[in-house]
């Protein structure tokens, strides 16, 4: 039995029904600190999310020298690299096959942008999202291949299309692979598969496993330089800045949700620095559009940037992302990035038709430890983000159907897991034991089809395999907390010092701070779902708390109704109120404890 440490505030049972504990040694600022015991702030960070004291330097300011591999270690790139190489050095007509999401996108759009700084065009093929599907199809490839491609490269997808590809090499077509979704066994056949998740890989190519696609791509755009190198194509031109792409390499990795450890906080850093000059036309016109005026955030490529490229394969048309992110037109980008915000806009009332359709059901499947919600009509285009928002609302991995999605009326389905949850393994698994017609993914994402009546087959199939698994890591369930202020202390300048210590995303979580203890001054609910907090504590000192999406829950109504002589500990995620004549801190709740 797994033996945890005291609980923090003594709080086992918070209103989310969760234990609060430090993630790594005791960070509480108001605890008194002796001569030889200050440690700063952001060393404390690096050293609570495992880094090791002689890392300390390298991950404080992560860069691409220190973090970037040969990409040789990953299993067919240098095959891949002299097969791009080839097309180069003889004019042959190259597609990049992308998927649809922005992961697909930036993929596809660093490797056109880079083949035109080598002086060579390239196609880009984005597949309809609801007549087509996810990945390759066959007839695609051949048709490609027929309007003169020889050569297609794959982004984002093709690990698992074996007959599609079979399809290609029938009709003479090469085909390159550069995925990042877990493999089978066996893998389809192509002229190169680079993949750092194929279980064939090396221990040094498999350490890469956490790289979104775009990330892989970045690598192959390494060793296709090198190679062309190798061959003398820089005799008499100019090498292509490849560092000049990593703004599509950090947006590509923060909207899949990739972890941000190691390689991948070392381009989203880098990345974002080169975003802030808005050097790609595309991406300046986007951040534009999205009402922008500083350099974006890691929090903006997730929440304003990444979205609205996604609404295009969503709910629009699908080829809308690599055409913004390769333009070099500055009216045709602002035309597109204005197109993307207004689909993102329809994008958000048909997600919350479906949630609310959705969540209708969850009562039903309370005893379930993973959710599978189905229901006709609904826009395949937005069934990920509700998986993902049920699965952040109730604590298990779930999976939304749409069902009667193609000509043969297959379900198109998507899921999100929970950390201990593989999720992708478990839908691969039932695509092998015959309870699916394609399924791929990765731990903590997964697509799927599934014929008519195979959605109860497989509910009761996943629940089997994956209910002690969801059961064990729903107990093992904690509030991992990094500090802890009296209420004076949430200010700009604590602030500031927290965000010095990123990027933050999955694998590298923001900061999460406990400020109390506090009273409720006023409560209320603002927009559809989020619940706005005034508390003060007994230091004078007062500040504003949200709650996003948290109004109707139970912990929410615990806070609105809070009694004004009832003492809480607030948890969240300290950030920035640039709303009034001076900037304040403020905190992003996600949870809240009372005082005992």
């Known amino acids: ?16 029904g969760r234990a609060w504990r430090w993630r790594g040694g005791n960070m509480d600022l108001t605890a008194p600190r002796g001569p030889g015991l200050d440690i700063d702030l952001v060393t404390q960070l690096l050293l609570s999310r495992g880094v090791a004291p002689d890392e300390l330097e390298r991950h404080r300011n992560p860069s691409l020298r220190a973090f970037l591999p040969d990409p040789s270690i990953l299993r067919d790139m240098d095959a891949a690299a002299e097969r791009l190489a080839q097309a180069v050095l003889t004019g042959e007509s190259v597609t990049i096959y992308g998927d649809y999401d922005v992961d697909g996108a930036t993929s596809a759009a660093l490797l056109i ?8 065009d390239a196609g880009a093929y984005i597949p309809d999202r609801l007549l087509e599907g996810y990945g390759p199809s066959g007839a695609a490839l051949v048709r490609i291949g027929a309007e003169g491609s020889s050569l297609i490269v794959t982004v984002d997808c093709g690990a698992m299309a074996h007959e599609a590809l079979a399809e290609a090499r029938a009709a003479g077509i090469d085909v390159v692979v550069v995925d990042h ?12 598969l680079v993949n750092p998740n194929r279980l064939d890989e090396g221990e040094e190519g498999a350490a890469q496993g956490h790289l979104a696609a775009v990330g892989v791509a970045f690598l192959l755009g390494v060793a296709l330089v090198r190679t062309l190198r190798r061959h003398g194509w820089f005799a008499n031109r100019a090498e292509p800045n490849l560092l000049a ?10 909207a899949d949700v990739a972890q941000l450890k190691g390689l991948n906080r070392a381009f989203v850093a880098q990345g974002l620095k080169v975003m802030a000059r808005r050097e790609n036309i595309g991406l300046a016109a986007l951040i534009e559009a999205s009402r922008l005026s500083r350099a974006p955030t890691c929090s903006d490529l997730g929440f304003a940037l990444g979205p609205r490229v996604n609404a295009g394969g969503r709910v629009g048309e699908a080829s809308l992302g690599v055409r913004l992110l390769t333009t070099h037109d500055a009216d045709e980008a602002r035309a597109i990035a204005a197109q993307l915000s207004r689909l993102n806009e329809e994008r958000r009332a048909i997600e ?5 359709a959705a969540e209708a059901q969850i009562a039903a499947q309370d005893n379930r430890g993973v959710l599978v919600l189905a229901g006709r009509g609904w826009h395949p285009g937005v069934i990920g983000i509700v998986a993902g928002r049920i699965k952040e609302k109730t604590g298990k991995p779930a999976l939304v159907v749409a069902l009667e999605a193609d000509e043969a009326g297959n379900g198109k389905g998507s899921g999100r897991s929970i950390a201990g949850v593989d999720l992708g393994a478990a839908i691969i698994a039932a695509r092998e034991a015959g309870l699916l017609v394609a399924g791929g993914g990765h731990a903590m994402a997964a697509g799927l089809t599934v014929a008519p009546g195979g959605i109860e087959p497989l509910a009761d199939w996943l629940d089997e395999r994956l209910g002690n698994a969801v059961a064990a890591a729903r107990v093992a369930q904690s509030l991992a907390l990094d500090l802890a202020v009296a209420p004076r202390g949430l200010n700009p300048g604590l602030v500031e ?58 912990w929410g109504q615990a806070l609105l109704t809070a009694p004004h002589d009832r003492r809480l500990w607030l948890a969240g995620r300290a950030r920035i109120d640039d709303w009034g004549s001076r900037p304040a801190a403020e905190l992003h709740l996600e949870d809240a404890a009372w005082v005992d």
């Open 1 to 16: 039995m797994a033996i945890h440490p005291p609980a923090l505030f003594g709080i086992d049972h918070s209103l989310t």
């Open 113 to 120: 942008r880079l083949l035109r700084a080598l002086g060579h």
């Open 181 to 192: 979704h877990k493999c089978a066994a066996e893998l389809p056949v192509a002229a190169a």
């Open 245 to 254: 792409l990593l703004d599509l390499v950090a947006l590509g990795t923060v």
């Open 352 to 356: 919350a038709a479906v949630q609310e």
């Open 497 to 554: 010092e927290l965000e010095s210590a990123g990027p933050y995303g999955v694998g590298w979580p923001a900061p999460r701070v406990v400020v109390g203890p506090v009273r409720v001054i006023k409560a209320d609910v603002v927009g559809a779902d989020h619940l706005r907090l005034i508390v003060g504590g007994n230091d004078g000192a007062s500040f504003k708390a949200m709650a996003f999406r948290s109004a109707t829950t139970e």
